[in-house]
């Protein structure tokens, strides 16, 4: 909730939560910790923890949690902005007067045409570097192995920032003065706190991201090489906010209202792919996940949504963040998730790679993606897939699947799809239908208030070597960055009890940077902000890469011993010869899979 640089992140820092929440809660220390009587709930032994280094509080008992405004705003029943003045009071920090003098206001406007000005200049500059300089051919080169022809190139605006460190500076500096540059995005200072100032964008190739009326406000740029991060995209400025764009939506805007639905995809080069197959109806939300805003957007041009994301975790996750948000603002959802496709690499090898719409488009054609996004399923058909692949082979795991499933199918309006629902729910699962009904009308009689989970079903939720990798994520600044990139190459956190915690600290990572719990949690739903919480909570001994390594093996056995159970699974379904000696063998592998990692 608090912004970077707003008065909000200001008090933030400057607030110490143990004295605010000491004027509340009296508070002993306790290790790392304090703890106290809860004051959500009524309670004899305190389960109520603040942490002084997190900045964060959290009850083991009735399960609340969250920063210093949450609890103001939760203990005084106040709204966030009043939150911030209390806490600021508190602290004795100055609250500043508004200021929306129209003098002042005048400048900003124009503030904002010059920077509009500027990226335009930007542009022309960037296109000019495709093919015009022997740099600029190689990134041509690079874009034409892509499949990205040149009138591709042309359409799209897509341009290059040489690798110089100010040629787009040099372009620039003589018609715009230095703050103004500096605030454009598109150039930095020197981090040392230098005033030397270069490119932000450097050996990129770059992509113009427009304005619903096609102003170009920002770029998104891939590396060229292996240079980190892979994509880069402009900081936040006066013109431009993540959230409000999405990227495409001002050359889709009509062919949006004539078919009357949208392809949501993940990036730009998903975007394009889609665009170039024909279907002008694409939009990307830059970023693994759809803000509100954006939605809001959307919704001026059609209610109706095709989300298709990779088809990796972070995929997953943000697919199903996104089919909540949709689904909140009245959307229809289908959802295409691309099958893994079989390759041939150079050397004759065969084998399997998740698709995103780009390499999917490239490898089978048009015609096998856009058949695939006619049939594309209903959102409850493609999470129903999703429940399936959790372990059901216990009553706990059962209810862990139902319990995903629930907070959508509560969502559906119409009272007569929501039972068929839970018949096709109940026979896709395997569950007694009377059972899921029952929880079914629960949900709905909660719908208000949202879908409570048990509390004593968080806690143990998390083995012990999840708590121990999260903890790592969260806190391990020698290694977390490295663990991050493991977890992620292997998938070893897929169909975890705590993938979403996973998914979540990883893309963190990934993304660089420190790590706020706040920020992480505020991503989550109620659960897993829980889960996350009561680990930090922890007392910890040393974070280590050797107990990593041992507990990475951990997740891999426990990966390895899934995919055995499916097999079994399908032996026990008797196949036809061929398959079964197909599962057979694979059973064998898997099994000295296991007794090699032991
Ligand atoms: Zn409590």
């Known amino acids: 909730m608090a912004e970077a640089g707003s008065f909000a992140e200001r008090v933030k820092q400057q607030a110490d939560i143990v004295r605010v929440i000491g004027e509340y809660v009296r508070l002993k220390k306790s290790g790392q910790n304090f703890t106290g009587l809860c004051p959500f709930h009524a309670e004899k032994s305190p389960s109520f923890a603040v942490h002084p280094v997190k900045q964060i509080y959290h009850c083991f008992g009735c399960g609340v949690g969250g920063d210093v405004f949450k609890f103001v705003m939760e203990m005084d029943k106040v709204a966030f902005p009043e939150a911030i003045r209390v806490v600021a009071e508190k602290c004795g920090i100055t609250i500043p007067r508004p200021k929306s003098s129209s003098p002042e206001e005048r400048k900003e406007n124009q503030q904002r045409t010059l920077l509009v000005e500027m990226h335009r200049e930007a542009q022309t500059f960037f296109v000019q570097q495709v093919g015009g300089t022997p740099e600029g051919k190689a990134a041509r080169a690079y874009l034409e192995d892509r499949g990205l022809d040149k009138d591709a190139i042309a359409r799209f605006g897509i341009g290059y920032a040489p690798s110089g460190g100010d040629a787009l500076l040099r372009f620039l500096k003589s018609k715009y003065k230095e703050p103004l540059l500096i605030e454009s995005g598109l150039v930095s200072r020197d981090q040392s706190g230098g005033a030397r100032m270069y490119d932000r964008f450097r050996r990129r190739i770059t992509f113009p991201i427009a304005s619903e009326s096609g102003k170009i406000v920002a770029f998104g740029c891939r590396a060229l090489g292996d240079d980190q991060p892979k994509y880069l995209n402009s900081p936040e400025t006066p013109i431009y906010s993540k959230s409000n764009v999405l990227y495409h939506l001002d050359r889709a805007k009509e062919a949006l209202r004539r078919a009357d639905f949208a392809v949501l995809v993940e990036g730009y080069m998903d975007a394009i792919a889609v665009a ?218 897929a169909g975890l009890e705590t993938e979403k915690v996973f998914a979540a600290l990883i893309a963190a990572n990934l993304a660089g940077g420190t790590i706020e719990a706040t920020e992480i949690a505020a991503g989550l739903e109620e659960r897993d902000r829980r889960m996350l919480f009561e680990i930090l909570f922890e007392e910890s001994s040393e974070l280590t890469w050797e107990e990593a390594e ?19 699974r399908g032996i026990e379904a008797n196949p036809a010869p061929a398959e079964m000696r197909t599962l057979l063998a694979k059973k064998q592998e898997l099994m000295r899979r296991l007794a090699a990692g032991r």
């Open 550 to 568: 041992s507990c990475l093996e951990s997740l891999q056995n426990r990966q390895t011993e899934r995919a055995l159970m499916e097999v079994q």
């Open 276 to 493: 170039r197959a024909g279907i002008s109806n694409v939009v990307a939300s830059c970023g693994t996940s759809l803000a509100e805003p954006q939605i809001k957007l959307l919704s001026r041009f059609t209610k109706r949504v095709i989300v298709n994301y990779d088809p990796d975790t972070a995929g997953q996750l943000a697919t199903e963040r996104s089919i909540s948000l949709l689904l909140e603002n009245d959307f229809e959802v289908r959802v295409l998730a691309l099958p893994a496709m079989n390759l041939t690499a150079g050397d004759g090898t065969k084998y399997s790679k998740n698709a995103d719409p780009d390499l999917y488009i490239r490898e089978m054609g048009v015609e096998a993606y856009t058949k695939l996004l006619k049939d594309a399923p209903p959102y409850v058909d493609y999470l129903i897939g999703r429940a399936r692949h959790m372990d059901l082979s216990t009553g706990e795991g059962k209810l862990r699947a139902v319990n995903f499933l629930l907070p959508y199918v509560q969502k559906i309006p119409n009272r007569l799809l929501r039972s068929e629902w839970a018949t096709r729910i109940a026979q896709q699962l395997r569950l007694e239908e009377p059972v899921l009904r029952a929880a079914l009308s629960k949900a709905a009689a909660e719908r208000r208030s949202g879908l409570k989970v048990a509390p004593e079903l968080v806690g143990r939720a998390a083995k012990p070597a999840e708590r121990r990798l999260i903890r790592m994520l969260a806190e391990a600044d020698g290694f977390r960055r490295e663990l991050a990139q493991r977890l992620s190459d292997a998938g070893l956190c």
